[in-house]
């Protein structure tokens, strides 16, 4: 086996959609709330249906963001109640490296 069969994209769509990624410029608008400067260099393709994605434009349009930032929104906010500790300042530890949580063992930035 050769590098170039190891990098094969898995499919025709994840290939078309490298392709596409080459020529589009990755930063997002800045009237999405989105930090200045802030750049998205990474992408996720997801399959969906078609009532799912009709449901998420109209929230999108409905809060007057892009779907691309309702989409980031919805999976920050998710991340963000699987790996942050949601425990109360007073079960924080304090060291010299840093704080940590006594419930969880989370470390704090
Ligand atoms: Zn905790």
Redesign the pocket.
Known sequence: MNDEEIFQPQDNIEAAMAKVAETIKPTRKTNTGAEDGSTATKQVLIRTTDEDHARWKEASEKEGISLSEFIRNAANGQASEVLD???PPE??KWYPWGKR??????RWK
């Open positions: 500790c949601k425990h079960n924080l949580c006594t419930k969880c063992g989370l």
